[in-house]
């Protein structure tokens, strides 16, 4: 039987963010950099802007997602890094995406989740 | 200015679930079934069937989304219900996941983050 596997998730809220939280393309290519960053594989992308505002940006990724949905009218970013994997650490992919959007400040949610 | 908003996650472990957790029609009807009963509208549907087993459906929501992770050689999936809205109660959804998978046990973690 393989090994039993551990999910880490880290939740994140981001406040008073500088960088575009009202564009697809900016979010959607911080995630793949947050991804990649943290040695993960991206299986698909999935994205929706809302009107009049707001982004949700979605990446499945090979050990579970990454989502980021966006308020740009309160400059608020919800992060979630959900890695199940030893050895993947969604912190590193969570810098990639604090040095994009640049938050004044944040609250971070770790959390271990047993699959069995 | 609009009313500041919370968001509401609940994040749950299913352990020996009975239903099917190697169909992603299943699942995404599951899942859907959810979002309806809860009142909120999907906006898009995304999902990924791992080789040799193992799902990952993500609904994304008006109200944010709703993700689930399956590994059926364990018999465990982990469900996240992300729900931005004082109106909609992810508890009901929850309910409509356990009828439908049926699991001998569960481990139920609620956050509330906020916006502002």
Request: proline share 3%.
């Amino acid at each position: 039987m393989e090994e039993l596997k551990r999910i880490n998730e880290l939740l994140v809220d981001l406040y008073g963010c500088q960088g575009s939280l009202d564009s697809v393309e900016f979010l959607v290519g911080i995630l793949r950099s947050a991804a990649r960053s943290m040695g993960s594989k991206v299986v698909k992308t999935v994205s929706h802007k809302f009107s009049p505002t707001g982004i949700t940006v979605i990446l499945i990724l090979a050990e579970t997602h990454i989502s980021i949905h966006t308020w740009p009218e309160y400059h608020y970013a919800a992060l979630d890094i959900f890695i199940c994997s030893e050895e993947i650490n969604p912190k590193i992919g969570w810098e990639v995406v604090k040095d994009a959007l640049k938050p004044s400040s944040f609250n971070i949610h770790e959390m271990t989740r047993r699959i069995t």
